[in-house]
């Protein structure tokens, strides 16, 4: 036989070969497609229908107010609760509110017949939905609501991991607002001491300022004292009217009693003391009595405390005021003489 006719034939059959291929591919697509359209579809069209509709369909404004309840649930057949869970399904009603939604309707079916395969469909179908709906009242934060919520959708599928996420939110969500209310707290908390430490500043500038202002008052008054004496002096002295016998001995003896005045030291500059740190974080209070010695030049020295309530507290504080003080020496017999002194300073809040 000729070569060439074989090749020839053989061309011709694979020629005819595809077309037929193609032919039954496209019978077969139709046949998936009449399949969906003629029996799939309707089957979960009925599925739907028989459990209330599909749980997607948007409720109307008039059905999204909240129903009355039904009366004598406990006393309703299989037929009434599957009405009544259809209805609520309608109204997007899954889980709320309580006693009146449709997870609770298709349980109660269950529970009057374990094997009703409608309730049993149905709560497979509608959990998604349930579920974003409880995840909604959690974001709310209303956290009773939503446990019950959590705890009803356990009832229909224990096992279901939704659960797991669902309850995990809500911890989150807890925790969330725990932290915000203690944040605020803290917050107050910081305003109060700031606004006590404030008013303790306020408090110790102010006496301070008073102590300052007595300190003055009281070194005012030693001057005029001292003024007052001089005065007195110079006074007695111009009063007395020499004879003329005495005249001589009068010039001697004059500025011989001018110099034989004595007078005590006199506090001329004050200095307020700094109130000790530790004692007024702690809100101490306390005194010290120092012993010092006031020198010919008015400046003191061999400053120290002799007494002192709490102890070591407040001493360096007064040792440092006093320190710094500032007096008009004591006189004897018109001279400048070195004097010794104890003060008490209070230390108060």
Do not use: C
């Amino acid at each position: 036989m000729d070569t060439r006719y074989l090749l020839d034939k053989r061309h011709r059959a694979r020629g005819a070969a595809k077309p037929l291929v193609v032919a039954i591919i496209v019978v077969l697509a139709v046949l998936v497609v009449g399949a969906w359209f003629l029996i799939i579809k309707p089957h979960q069209e009925m599925m739907l229908e028989d459990a209330g509709g599909h749980p997607s369909a948007p409720a109307s404004a008039s059905t999204r107010a909240a129903p009355t309840p039904p009366a004598n649930v406990a006393s309703m057949d299989v037929n009434q609760l599957l009405a009544e869970a259809r209805k609520a399904i309608n109204e997007q009603r899954y889980l709320a509110p309580a006693g009146n939604n449709a997870f609770e309707f298709y349980l109660r079916v269950l529970q009057k017949q374990p094997s009703n395969q409608v309730a049993s469909d149905a709560l497979r179908e509608i959990f998604p939905y349930a579920a974003t709906s409880a995840e909604q009242v959690i974001n709310a934060r209303d956290f009773n609501e939503s446990q019950r919520q959590i705890d009803l959708l356990a009832k229909a599928d224990p096992a279901n991991f939704t659960l797991t996420i669902l309850r995990s939110k809500l911890d989150a969500q807890r925790k969330l607002l725990d932290k915000q209310q203690q944040q605020v707290l803290d917050q107050q908390k910081a305003q109060q001491l700031a606004a006590q430490k404030a008013a303790a500043e306020k408090a110790e500038a102010d006496k301070l300022a008073e102590q300052q202002k007595i300190l003055t008052a009281q070194s005012e008054q030693q001057k005029a004292r001292q003024l007052r004496v001089a005065t007195q002096a110079t006074q007695q002295v111009a009063n007395v009217k020499p004879t003329t016998a005495d005249i001589s001995d009068n010039a001697v003896a004059a500025p011989a009693a001018a110099s034989k005045a004595s007078a005590e030291a006199i506090l001329v500059k004050g200095a307020t003391p700094i109130y000790p740190q530790q004692a007024l974080g702690r809100r101490q209070s306390g005194w010290a009595i120092v012993s010092f010695t006031i020198e010919p030049n008015g400046r003191t020295t061999d400053v120290h405390v002799t007494d002192s309530q709490p102890k070591h507290v407040f001493d360096r504080a007064a040792i440092d005021a006093v320190s710094r003080y500032r007096f008009t020496p004591a006189t004897k017999n018109g001279e400048a003489v070195a004097s010794t002194r104890n003060q008490r300073i209070d230390f108060n809040l």
